[in-house]
């Protein structure tokens, strides 16, 4: 069964600490894979894409590094601010899935002042 | 570029109705769009594709009577929860793309659904 699984559920961290957020999934056959912000009752906004001929992608503070082999990816946020505390999901396209979708099951991130 | 419109935001109704949720892409055509469905706390679990024209496939264990979903144009697709009860009190959110194989999936705000 394709699954995938975010590590922690839950992180709180002080302003300016840099963090990372892990994803696993359970077939290196992928497509893609996409890291999204949710806000309380929002929806999602996508960060980053990375195609699975990539290794990593960066925009701005956030950089998103993919390890097919160990169905691994992890998304680093540098200097984190209050205004990034947000649910953060990792999505993965499994090839033959068409664009279909399978979402983690998200990381709640706090950053406190 | 690339936004979508989803419609009403936050619905509140008696159980027995019928309640229909609009997914419009505004500034591109939709081929495909997806509907999602959010319990609190949980992730987004898939509840169907549609493809423009085409009838909507269901992901196993949702209901297609239940969940009517039409996309009868490029730039707009509709589900209408029929009949809802309690347990039906869900976000559902709605996701649009271009072309079939199609990357990446773009995210209305979601509509916040309350059955009495």
């Known amino acids: 069964k394709q699954e995938v699984t975010q590590i922690p559920a839950a992180l709180s961290v002080p302003e300016g600490e840099n963090l990372v957020l892990n994803c696993s999934f359970t077939?290196?056959?992928?497509?893609?894979l996409q890291w999204f912000r949710q806000d309380p009752g929002k929806g999602l906004t996508s960060l980053l894409l990375?195609?699975?001929?990539?290794r990593e992608q960066t925009s701005g503070r956030l950089n998103a590094s993919l390890d097919k082999s160990s169905g691994r990816s992890t998304l680093y946020i540098a200097a984190s601010q209050p205004g990034d505390s947000a649910t953060y999901l990792c999505?993965?396209?499994?090839?033959?899935?068409?664009?279909?979708?399978?979402f983690g099951t998200g990381t709640r991130l706090q950053v406190t002042l | 570029g690339a936004v979508v419109s989803q419609h009403p935001s936050w619905v509140i109704c008696k159980s027995g109705t019928s309640v229909k949720i609009e997914c419009r892409s505004l500034?591109?055509?939709?081929?495909?769009m997806f509907w999602y469905r959010q319990f609190p706390k949980q992730s987004l679990m898939l509840m169907a594709t549609s493809n423009e024209g085409s009838k909507a496939t269901y992901e196993q264990g949702v209901e297609k009577d239940k969940f009517l979903i039409n996309h009868a144009s490029l730039t707009l697709s509709t589900l209408t929860v029929t009949s809802a009860h309690p347990e039906d009190s869900s976000f559902y959110i709605c996701s649009a793309s271009g072309t079939v194989i199609v990357q990446p999936q773009h995210f209305g705000d979601g509509t916040r659904l309350s059955i009495l």
């Open positions: 077939d290196s056959a992928i497509y893609n």
């Open positions: 999505a993965v396209t499994f090839t033959g899935t068409a664009s279909k979708l399978t």
């Open positions: 990375i195609q699975s001929s990539q």
């Open positions: 500034d591109f055509q939709a081929t495909t």
